[in-house]
């Protein structure tokens, strides 16, 4: 596996939302470091932490590799998507630090833009290691 298929399969897995797709991209104890302090470990805990983008629809994802090299990679990638439920908009606004934006009550969920970069390693034909780093906002109307 190198960076560029490695990302075909994570753009494939997060457009279609499966939980599944994501871990079978990992080796069985693989890690994927979705902040620098926090690590899903194993395809169980992948598969579970991916599960949060069942709660989001219309997702567009765009990457470009940056670099690579005999197993490893870094990518800087592209999402938007449609919050598609209150739980994962609650989610965003806790995991931004600043709160839930002001919202009146029948305001429509807002689409998303997240803008980051991904690091890999690889063993073979799967990765062994995912590090990411983020921003997120909502997108301006």
């Known amino acids: 596996m190198n960076i560029q298929s490695f990302m ?23 890690e994927y470091h979705n902040t620098p302090f926090q690590v899903q470990r194993g ?4 598969a579970d932490y991916w599960k949060r983008v069942q709660l989001q629809e219309d997702v567009q994802v765009t990457f470009e590799v940056l670099t690579e ?18 739980e994962l ?11 839930l934006p002001a919202r009146k009550p029948g305001d429509a969920l807002p689409r998303m833009v997240l803008d980051g970069v991904l690091q890999a390693k690889f063993v073979e ?3 062994k290691e995912a ?11």
């Open 8 to 30: 075909d399969g994570y753009k494939a897995a997060w457009e279609a939302r499966d939980p599944s797709a994501f871990a079978a991209l990992f080796h069985t104890d693989g």
């Open 43 to 46: 395809n169980a805990e992948l």
């Open 69 to 86: 090299g005999p197993g490893f990679g870094v990518a800087h990638w592209h999402v938007t998507y449609q919050v598609a439920s209150e």
């Open 89 to 99: 908009f609650a989610i965003w606004a806790k995991s931004t630090g600043t709160g």
């Open 125 to 127: 034909d799967r990765c």
């Open 131 to 141: 590090r990411i780093w983020w921003h997120s906002t909502p997108m301006a109307a």
